[in-house]
């Protein structure tokens, strides 16, 4: 059977294995795993068999403890069981795993390794939670790739079967698990051969069954609990070499050859990098570098880290070793060492008492820290740390990657330094979640990945802003295998598919010479030049880009797209980029907008076939000019008004340089200060609301309803208008409650406002001449940005009411009182914030809240910045994410 | 629920330091600040004068007990303490921690953001899920109904329990948020929250709230265990009688037409059930309501 070529991402890849090879699946979503689950899901709703021909069950459970218990027990019935999971919740499923192990019982567990909650919660990739799992009795395998993760996840498959130790398949979150790449598919032939029948029958038989009833689980006591312990031993001992075996076996059916440690570089290094994960496709693709260079240095890839064979670990390196670096993915505060670095240290003073042990001098030993949380890993680092190794004492238990202007422990590097090759193609994209950028990019990568022989890769990286967040695709195509697991800095394509970003982020800063870049922009080819800012004229013209542009907003508005741009924007790219020829681009995106929204209706799928055509007579090249001539003003991140801490740790981070912040600039200890959003002025709504105060009748059903507090009223004095601006509007106030001549103000905060409309939506005044006027209706934001910007100053100026006055059970009385929960990240149109918001109306002044992971915990707590805010006295809702499982 | 703990035990403290320190604070002051009833705003408002002229009688002392005192000082005003989630936390991995404060008998405020999903996951189904409704982790449908939060609240007989839509009725939910502050035990709202994983018009969000209602899909109601207290029926039912079939919310959302369109019989079958035990609910909500409390 012929082996297709798919481009999928690492966690379609292990879900497919492991739906293939597994008769339950007991699932709970954590991210970044829940994909898995929900692909076992759908395959099973669409009927797809495992290979033995049977559908397998999917159940979703209630917790990740919860599916750790279904899955002991299904598999204690003698079921081909699995689950997938993550950080805490891999932490949930600890005690069922040791119990899982203590049994001999078969099983893999796929998971996509992530941060742990400790300071902060983080949803990105590293070793920390599969560390924490070290001392449970499985045996760890590591896949470095989306082609490893297939290979590995069937690889642990077998093995486990064979030896009855558990296996944790792990690669790392996010820059595997969510990374799209090509890679060949394994068929059900290549599966069924790595896997006897007799072994699965003997699974099925240690099974409990009544009609040959066993005991498992006893209570055992001092007399014989620790003999009981010492029986696994020789399954253990014999774990590497069956698992070695596999990979032999594997390597005969798929031709892909790998070893417990795998070698690569020199054969006569001196220098040595020791990793685990994704991080070691970047050190292999430095090394290549240096090799061409003439450097002698090599890397050693651990890929079955338990149980750990110190045997084919030393007989792995090259006996000319020197110097070695050991590098985690972890951190083990207060430790002798990480746990890699410490398990290689064991590994020497063992072996050198042993026949096979090569080397006339023991090796210098350093140990490192690198990429926590989906931190960078540049061939830049890599080369960092190899040169740190020629110095006589390097540095220990160092780390890179950071500034640590605190302990001093970052190793210092040339980001100069690049391995990236000319001719392949680099595109960076920049859009917002809501515009479907990733969603189309994706698609792009299926086309080219499954429609020509380019190898093809897809990473994206996202703000955890759930409305206007920014996403960048980084795109890879080339005729080489893609080792670079790490962003693109040399870009030969970008694309801006959101005008707004180009204030945001200094998008053409990693343009190579003679790219190409494709903007959005409601200003068309002769008008755009002059408009931009003067820094992206100079790199346009220093780096004499090819400069594109369309006004996507307007195509999509008229092709009844919505905000939706991201169809129209992909077909620029194809028509722009040459990847195939034009006619041949668009065929093959209309055949992926039939496949990715066909689910959604006809109306849908031709929706976006007129957008694609639109598209291609909309786009315009630009004239580069010699002249710089636009704007040398930058925009400030933050106001001057805003105090140090904001200025100097917030905007940072708004601007995207939170990755030069240093070690010194983090509050140590987690916490941060509340009331930050209102400086980060987003200006994301497209349209805002306009209130006109003749209409109104004053019921604050609108600012109850908005999601981000930025519709807000006052009742005041007259004569707090005497200095207002011009532009402001207020109208007598209505209700007997207020004095003679008190004023009533609606005012939008038209730079924090989504556009969501809720409160248009819910305004129940018309204006009886004309049934389509509301008391608040919808403008463009952009002509109205500086003069309410103005009027929003004055307004937050102005005293917020006696609540001793206001009847604050009611609606309109509600509405009074000052939000101290606003401009948060939630959705537009979020459902769960107004009444987020109410409550910090009604009680914020004295509220402590503990809030379970969640939208809320996200919207709530997630940096740059935090919407929970204080009022004039400094009185505000104080707050803290507890876990997911344990809030109450 | 750690909160309160702190609270509750450092208010304490604070009470007995207070009493130490008699004679220097004044015994008037003390007592004045050990029996304030807190119950409203201005209430709490008094409490933070007299807790302020209390320590800044107790900062000039400056003793290890009166150190120890403005350690915990800030106690003695009423504090609110929220418990804040959404359902996959409530219904499903935190219910059993939930269902334990619940029964704790605590003063403690439990606000339930129900979007019948895990939203922040990507929308994966939860015991909050509807018959029906296309989630991920129920590719096909969920095939079972959605777990009634609200009636295993009200089980415990001293829980104030709310739900609530503000898009169906705005001044229910805002009674309900200071009912469940004001009672002295421990209060949960559910509270709708439309969603972007529903699949629908986020414009429209609020219309669907009501239309919810409208269908008894979603049923407005307090239980407030201080009625019961008084001799009358705790719960108030907020909803109407139900005007219109579920169809006529679920058909605007694509969590339900994706069904529809992939498995109609299915699709129909659920609708049609949803709407039955929509109907069945309120009525028996409806039944649950005019029940006499009447001691005599």
């Given at each position: 059977?012929?082996?297709k070529m ?7 890849a292990?879900a497919?294995?492991a739906h293939?090879?597994n008769e ?37 459970m ?7 218990g ?7 019935t003698g079921?081909l ?11 949930l ?5 040791y ?23 983080s949803i ?13 009795g ?6 470095n ?12 498959q077998?093995?486990?079967?064979q ?11 996010f ?8 890679i060949?598919?394994?068929?059900d032939d290549?599966?069924?051969g ?13 099974g ?9 689980g ?6 014989v609990?620790?003999q ?13 070499e069956?698992?070695?075996k596999t990979m032999?076996?594997f ?16 054969e ?5 990098i020791?990793?685990m994960?994704?991080g070691?496709?970047a050190?292999?693709e ?9 450097e002698?240095?090599?890397l ?16 792995a390196?090259?006996?000319?070793v020197?110097?070695i670096?050991v590098?985690?993915?972890t ?13 290689v240290i ?7 008492s ?8 023991m ?11 989906s ?15 020629i110095k006589d004492k ?7 990657g950071?500034r640590?202007?605190?302990s ?24 917002l ?5 990733v ?13 020509t022989?380019?190898?093809?890769q897809?990473?994206f990286v ?8 920014t996403?960048t ?9 893609i ?6 800095d040399?870009a030969?394509f970008?694309?801006?598919?959101q005008?707004?970003?180009?204030d945001?982020f ?15 922009s ?7 030049w002059?408009?931009l800012?003067?820094?992206y004229?100079k790199?346009i013209?220093d ?11 307007t195509v ?10 991201n ?7 194809f ?15 209309k055949?992926?907008?039939k ?11 031709e ?11 909309n786009l315009f ?11 040398d003003?930058r925009r ?10 904001v200025?100097q ?6 601007a995207?340089?939170g990755d030069a912040l ?5 509050p140590?200890?987690g916490?941060?200060p ?7 002025k ?27 507090a930025?519709i807000?009223?006052?009742?005041t ?14 109208i ?10 008190s004023q009533y ?8 406002c989504?556009?969501c ?14 049934l ?8 463009d934001?952009?002509p ?17 009411v006696?609540r ?10 509600s509405?009074?009182?000052q939000?101290?929960f606003?401009?948060?990240g ?6 769960e ?18 809030n ?5 915990s996200?919207?709530?707590g997630n ?18 994410n507890?876990l997911f499982?344990?809030?109450a | 629920?750690?909160y309160?703990?702190?609270i ?15 004679d ?8 004045a ?13 008094e409490?933070?004068?007299?807790v302020?002229?209390?320590t800044?009688?107790?900062?000039r ?16 005003v009423?504090?609110s303490?929220w418990i804040?989630?959404g359902?996959?936390?409530?219904y499903?991995?935190?219910f059993g ?5 619940i ?9 339930v953001?129900?979007t ?5 996951t ?8 509807p ?9 096909a449908g969920?095939?079972?109904?959605k777990k009634?939060l ?9 829980v ?7 898009g ?15 009672y ?5 709202i ?18 669907q709230q ?14 407030n ?11 108030l039912?907020d ?13 605007n959302?694509?969590r339900?037409?994706i ?11 659920y ?11 309120y009525d028996?909500?409806?039944k ?5 409390y009447?001691?005599?």
């Open positions: 059977m012929n082996r798919v481009t999928i991402d690492g966690n379609e292990a497919y294995i293939k090879t339950i699946c007991a699932i709970y979503p954590i991210t970044p795993s829940s994909n898995m689950g929900e692909h076992a899901d759908a395959f099973s709703a669409q009927g797809r068999r495992n290979i033995w021909g049977t559908i397998p069950t999917v159940e979703a209630q917790s990740e403890g919860g599916a750790a279904a899955v002991h027990g299904a598999l204690q079921a069981t699995t689950t997938f999971t993550a950080s805490q919740g891999l932490l499923m600890i005690p069922n795993m119990k899982i192990a203590g049994e001999l019982t078969a099983t893999v567990f796929h998971v996509s390794a992530r941060s742990l909650a400790a300071q902060a919660l990105f990739g590293d070793h920390s939670d599969v560390m924490a799992t070290r001392a449970t499985w045996a760890m395998l590591s896949a790739s989306v082609q490893e993760v297939m290979d590995m996840a069937l690889i642990a077998s093995s486990t079967l030896t009855r130790i558990p296996f944790i398949h792990f690669f790392d979150g820059r595997t698990s969510h990374e799209v790449l090509k060949e598919q394994l068929n290549d599966i069924k790595m896997i006897d029948d007799e072994w699965v029958i003997a699974h099925r038989k240690r409990m069954n009544p009609n040959d009833p066993v005991l498992r006893t209570a055992q006591n001092p007399d609990y620790f009981g312990r010492e029986t696994v031993n020789p399954f253990y001992e014999a774990t590497p069956i698992v070695q032999d076996r390597a005969r059916i798929a031709g892909r050859s790998y070893h417990l440690f795998d070698y690569y570089g020199a006569d290094a001196e220098r040595v020791v990793i994960g994704s070691a496709e050190v292999e430095t090394v290549d570098h240096m090799l061409a260079a003439g002698r240095v090599g050693v890839k651990i890929r079955l880290f338990r149980p750990f064979s110190i045997k084919h670990f030393i007989n390196l090259p006996a000319s020197k110097k670096a590098l985690d993915r951190k083990e505060p207060g430790g002798a060492g990480e746990p890699m670095y410490q398990d064991t590994a020497f003073a063992e072996a050198k042993e026949a096979y042990y090569q080397f006339d001098e090796p210098l030993i350093v140990g490192g820290r690198y990429g926590l949380s931190k960078e890993f540049t061939p830049a680092m890599i080369k960092g740390i190899y040169d740190e190794l390097p540095k220990n238990h160092f780390t890179i950071i640590d202007d605190v001093f422990t970052s190793l210092d590097f040339d980001p100069e330094y690049h391995t990236s090759k000319p001719g392949n193609f680099r595109g960076l994209f920049y859009g979640g809501s515009d479907g950028t969603g189309a990019n994706k698609n792009s990568i299926k086309i080219i990945g499954e429609g022989d380019n190898y093809a897809g990473y996202y703000d955890s802003k759930k409305s206007g967040s996403t695709s980084h795109l890879r195509f080339g005729k080489e295998k080792r670079a697991t790490y962003l693109i040399k030969s970008i694309a801006c598919h005008y707004e970003l180009l945001q200094d998008i053409l800063s990693n343009a190579e010479e003679g790219a190409t870049f494709l903007l959005t409601h200003l068309n080819k002769d008008e755009i002059g408009a800012p003067r820094h004229q790199q013209v780096k004499k880009i090819k400069f594109y542009v369309i006004d996507a907003v999509a508005k008229e092709t009844g797209m919505g905000s939706r741009i169809t129209i924007m992909q077909t620029c790219f028509a722009i980029s040459g990847i195939f020829p034009k006619d041949e681009a668009i065929a093959k995106i055949e992926a907008i496949k990715t929204y066909g689910n959604k209706g006809d109306v849908v799928v929706k976006n076939y007129n957008a694609v055509d639109q598209s291609v007579s090249q630009v004239d580069v000019p010699n002249t710089l001539n636009g704007s003003v400030l991140i933050v106001p001057e008004a805003a105090p140090d801490f200025q740790v917030t905007a940072e981070i708004i995207g340089r240093p070690v010194s600039a983090m140590i200890d916490t941060w509340t009331a930050t959003t209102q400086w980060e987003r200006n994301i709504a497209l349209e805002v609301p306009v209130w006109e105060p003749d209409i109104c009748i004053q019921c604050n059903k609108c600012a109850l309803v908005c999601p981000h930025a807000r009223p006052k009742i004095t007259p004569d707090a208008f005497d200095n207002a601006p011009e532009t402001i509007k207020h007598g106030a209505k209700g007997r409650e207020w004095e003679a001549d103000i609606l005012q939008v905060a038209v730079e924090d989504t556009g409309n809720l409160c248009v939506e819910a305004c129940p005044a018309r204006d009886k001449t004309n389509s006027r509301k008391a608040i209706n919808m403008a934001q952009r109205l940005r500086d003069s309410e910007r103005i009027n929003w100053d004055f307004f937050t100026d102005l005293p917020e006696d001793g006055n206001v009847k604050a059970g009611s609606v309109k009385g509405q009074l009182l939000p101290l606003e401009f948060s939630a959705c537009v149109g979020c459902g914030t107004p009444y987020v918001k109410l409550a910090s109306q009604l009680f914020g002044d004295r509220m402590v809240i503990a379970a992971t969640g939208c809320s996200i919207y709530g940096l740059p910045t935090t919407p929970w805010a204080k009022n004039n006295a400094g009185r505000g809702p104080t707050w803290n507890s499982e344990d809030n | 629920m750690g309160r703990l702190t509750d035990k450092h208010r304490e403290h604070a009470i007995e330091l207070m009493e130490l320190l008699q220097e604070i004044g015994s008037e002051l003390v007592t600040i050990t029996s304030a009833s807190q119950a409203n705003e201005p209430e709490i408002f409490q933070r004068a007299r302020k002229e209390m800044d009688i107790v900062e002392l400056d003793t290890p007990l009166a150190r120890q005192l403005l350690s915990v000082a800030d106690n003695l009423k504090k303490v804040m989630g359902d996959g936390w409530a499903d991995i935190g921690g939930l269902d334990h404060v029964a704790s008998g605590k003063d403690v405020n439990i606000l953001l129900d019948e999903v895990y939203s922040n990507g929308g994966q189904k939860s015991k909050a899920t018959l029906g409704a296309v989630a991920k982790f129920a590719a969920k095939p079972s109904p009634d609200g009636m295993i609240a009200m089980s415990y007989k001293n104030y329990v709310a739900s609530v839509a503000m169906s009725n705005d001044g229910q939910t805002v009674r309900a948020f200071m009912e469940a502050e004001a002295p035990g421990p209060s949960i559910i509270a709708y929250s439309q969603c972007i994983a529903h699949g629908i018009d986020m414009t429209k969000g609020m219309n009501k239309l919810a209602v409208e269908s008894a899909y979603w049923t407005l109601y307090r239980y265990p201080l009625l019961a207290a008084a001799g009358k029926n705790p719960l039912l909803s109407k009688p139900p005007k219109t079939h579920v169809r006529e919310y679920a058909m959302e694509a339900f037409t069904l529809k369109r992939i498995n109609p019989k299915m699709s129909d079958h609708l049609e059930e949803s709407d039955l035990a929509a109907k069945e609910k028996y909500y409806a649950l309501a005019a029940l006499s009447d001691k005599a």
